[in-house]
């Protein structure tokens, strides 16, 4: 089945530690994301990359680091300057889109949730 | 900076009762509009979008939307409410021109009580 898959779907990390979260799609889409989603806050995007070896910082990247050097694969890092990074990860992926429209539709990961002890 | 507004952040309804989730987004040009949903435990997934042309819009599960420009609107309705519809939806936009990014609203609890 296609989809996409994250990894750990838990995760327990010790203030001042680096982790990353994996996300695997095997959709051949081009494009992909990172959200984070905060109880009331809604889901905000954090990177986003549309081709590889390629990414842009999303609303709140500060923080977080990106890489790219697989259409299949997009992790993120969470470092230690990610003030307060307890949350729920979302990662997504879609087709590449003309730019002229932005009409796009996401599909998401089942999520990882990081929780800083 | 472009944003959008979700009216209600938990709403109670009983079985059978029509449902009607505001969603109004702050951005004046073109722009795609989407309702997704997350179920308890499940993946976020589409309930339904629009990009052009027929501005009522059906989508899965009975729900519907209507696209109104000049109010900058994009409101969920569902005439008929059941418990499995219990759930978060997120309405979300993106403009034209962009690169796809969503902007998604704060979300909208919908409990179901059987």
């Known amino acids: 089945d296609g989809g996409i898959t994250q990894s750990p779907k838990y995760l327990f990390r010790k203030e001042g530690q680096n982790v990353t979260l994996s996300c695997e799609q095997n959709?051949?889409?081009?494009?992909m994301y990172w959200y984070r989603q905060d109880p009331g806050q809604g889901l905000r995007l954090i990177y986003y990359?549309?081709?590889?070896?390629?990414?842009q910082k999303g609303d709140i990247a500060e923080g977080y680091s990106v890489s790219r050097e697989k259409k299949e694969s997009f992790p993120l890092t969470v470092t230690s300057a990610q003030k307060n990074p307890t949350a729920f990860y979302l990662c997504?992926?879609?087709?590449?889109?003309?730019?002229?429209?932005?009409?796009?539709?996401?599909?998401f990961g089942a999520g990882s949730r990081l929780t800083v002890l | 900076a472009q944003s959008v507004s979700q009216h209600n952040h938990h709403v109670i309804l009983s079985e059978a009762a029509s449902l009607e989730l505001g969603c109004n987004y702050s951005?004046?040009?073109?722009?795609?509009l989407f309702w997704y949903v997350q179920y308890p435990g499940q993946h976020l997934q589409l309930l339904l979008k629009?990009?052009?042309?027929?501005?009522l819009v059906k989508g899965i599960k009975g729900f519907e939307a209507e696209f109104i420009k000049s109010i900058f609107s994009f409101n969920l309705r569902k005439p008929s409410v059941q418990w499995s519809d219990t759930a978060e939806y997120f309405c979300?936009?993106?403009?034209?021109?962009?690169?796809?990014?969503?902007?998604f609203g704060k979300g909208t609890k919908l409990s179901v009580k059987p």
């Open positions: 997504a992926s879609s087709i590449r889109v003309p730019r002229r429209t932005g009409a796009n539709v996401l599909t």
């Open positions: 959709l051949n889409h081009d494009a």
């Open positions: 990359s549309q081709i590889v070896n390629d990414f």
């Open positions: 951005y004046g040009g073109t722009v795609n």
């Open positions: 629009y990009f052009s042309g027929d501005p």
């Open positions: 979300a936009v993106t403009k034209g021109g962009s690169q796809g990014n969503l902007i």
